[in-house]
């Protein structure tokens, strides 16, 4: 895998292409930042909706977020009125989860997340957790190893209720580490005393900001995505912009585990876009159609409440139609249909309209196919069932707009 990173216009575009030369993702960003995902403020709560059981807080003059009720846990006040309850003219810290979608508000929370180069510590949760990446022995021996009942309890009664998340970057450090858990775990210790300094300096100083106010400001988020690489995910991070590897160099250090290299292209006779054929590639992942090597392609369309895929067996159809032939052409849909999901951020409601079955079995092996390939996309994905119709559905987490949103 390499990472292709291009400033242009006044956007930042990153492509994540794989060993053929194909896009898996495709990001693009402002260059300049105004809120974003992860940046903490102090918000005034304009109204509270129980119907919806939500409150929608204004972060900046003019732009309000929506907080789910469920999204509150131990919030810090700056400000309260009488009720116990959050209400109108509250005053709290809270932290962007996901940006605005066409006509619906950001979110917000009051669990306020801190990301370390290995752990990550969330105010309001309860526990230590393991990454899901990491095996489930190793799991196992990392959560048994890494910090004990009575260290963690100590943790909640310096910063309050949270919990730990040991990321997967973790793990790596036992690949060269002789004395088996023991680096993780000292590595693990020093990152919670960073993340913890910073949560005690943010209640310390929040009390005496005013409204509006922001507490942490994230990175540029097409820099977070690189901070969070390692060589597992890409083996080098190309860009022609001397301006973005200065940056992305000195945030180098930030980087998990071993990062990918940082190259500067500046081949004066190629460029970096024609190289790696990034307009070619921009135009596939928001082109509606997209064959198949086995002859059927996919078609997808979205609308305001879903994405749909369709999927058609094409030039298979000379097969005569046999079960066999429609089975391979709706297992390389499934495939392919995880990767366009992945490559085009498509996110909320998915629905996949496989090719129709006779034999239950083979309904079956589809699910299993779809749910293996999309267990690769970094972004949380849950294949729910197939329906009578052999309607597939599906949610991915919504955390950036699609990609067709932000090329119109």
Same mark, same amino acid.
């Given at each position: 895998m390499n990472y292709i990173v291009e400033k242009k216009e006044n956007r930042v575009l990153s492509f994540l292409l794989d060993d053929s030369g194909h896009a898996v993702e495709i990001h693009a960003d402002a260059l300049t930042d105004g809120p974003g995902i992860g940046d903490i403020y102090i918000g005034l709560v304009q109204k509270v909706a129980k119907n919806i059981n939500a409150a929608f807080v204004e972060i900046i003059p003019g732009v309000s977020g929506y907080l789910p009720f469920d999204e509150i846990a131990d919030p810090i006040y700056v400000s309260k009125g009488p009720s116990p309850d959050i209400q109108a003219g509250d005053q709290l810290v809270v932290q962007i989860t996901r940006e605005a979608f066409g006509h619906k508000d950001m979110?917000?929370?009051?669990?306020? *997340?801190? $990301?370390?180069?290995?752990?990550?510590?969330?105010? +309001?949760?309860?526990?230590? +957790? #393991?990454?899901?990446? /990491?095996?489930? %022995?190793?799991?196992?021996?990392?959560?048994?190893?890494?910090?004990?009942? %009575?260290? &963690?309890?100590?943790?909640?009664?310096? /910063?309050?209720?949270?919990?730990?998340?040991?990321? *997967?970057?973790?793990? +790596?450090?036992?690949?060269?580490?002789?004395d088996d858990t023991d680096s993780v775990r000292k590595a693990v210790s020093e990152d919670l005393s960073v993340l913890e300094a910073r949560i005690t300096d943010l209640?310390?100083?929040?009390?005496?900001?005013? !409204? $509006?106010?922001?507490?942490?400001?994230?990175?540029?988020?097409?820099?977070?995505? /690189? @901070?969070?690489?390692?060589?597992? %995910?890409?083996?080098?991070?190309?860009?022609? %912009?001397?301006?973005?590897?200065?940056?992305i160099f000195e945030a180098g250090s930030e980087s998990p585990g071993s990062a990918p290299k940082l190259r500067l292209y500046d081949d004066p006779m190629v460029s970096m876009e024609k190289l790696y054929s990034l307009e070619r590639e921009t135009a596939r992942a928001l082109n509606k159609k997209v064959d198949l090597k086995g002859g059927g392609d996919l078609v997808i369309e979205s609308?305001?409440?879903?994405? #749909?895929? =369709? @999927?058609?067996?094409?030039?298979?159809?000379?097969?005569?139609?046999?079960?066999?032939?429609?089975?391979? !052409?709706?297992?390389?849909?499934?495939?392919?249909?995880?990767?366009?999901?992945?490559?085009?951020?498509?996110?909320?409601? #998915?629905?996949? =309209? &496989?090719?129709?079955?006779?034999?239950?079995?083979?309904?079956?092996?589809?699910? =299993?196919?779809?749910?293996?390939?999309?267990? *690769? =996309?970094?972004?949380?994905?849950?294949?729910?069932?197939?329906?009578?119709?052999?309607?597939?559905?599906? *949610?991915?987490k919504k955390i950036e707009v699609p990609l067709r949103d932000v090329f119109p």
């Open positions: 979110s917000l929370s009051t669990k306020i *997340t801190l $990301h370390g180069k290995y752990v990550v510590m969330v105010l +309001g949760g309860i526990g230590l +957790g #393991i990454s899901r990446k /990491i095996p489930d %022995d190793l799991r196992k021996t990392l959560k048994d190893s890494i910090m004990s009942r %009575d260290e &963690f309890s100590a943790l909640q009664k310096r /910063i309050g209720t949270c919990s730990v998340v040991v990321r *997967t970057s973790a793990a +790596g450090i036992m690949e060269n580490a002789s209640k310390l100083k929040a009390p005496y900001r005013s !409204v $509006h106010s922001c507490l942490g400001k994230q990175p540029p988020r097409w820099l977070q995505r /690189i @901070v969070r690489l390692t060589e597992a %995910d890409a083996e080098s991070v190309t860009t022609d %912009d001397r301006d973005l590897y200065r940056q609308t305001e409440a879903l994405h #749909i895929i =369709d @999927v058609n067996s094409g030039r298979s159809q000379s097969s005569k139609q046999k079960e066999e032939a429609l089975l391979s !052409v709706n297992l390389e849909a499934a495939r392919e249909a995880a990767r366009q999901i992945r490559l085009r951020n498509l996110s909320g409601i #998915i629905v996949i =309209d &496989f090719i129709n079955l006779k034999q239950q079995k083979n309904s079956l092996r589809i699910l =299993d196919e779809l749910r293996k390939a999309v267990l *690769t =996309d970094p972004v949380k994905t849950t294949v729910v069932d197939m329906t009578k119709l052999g309607l597939v559905e599906l *949610t991915r």
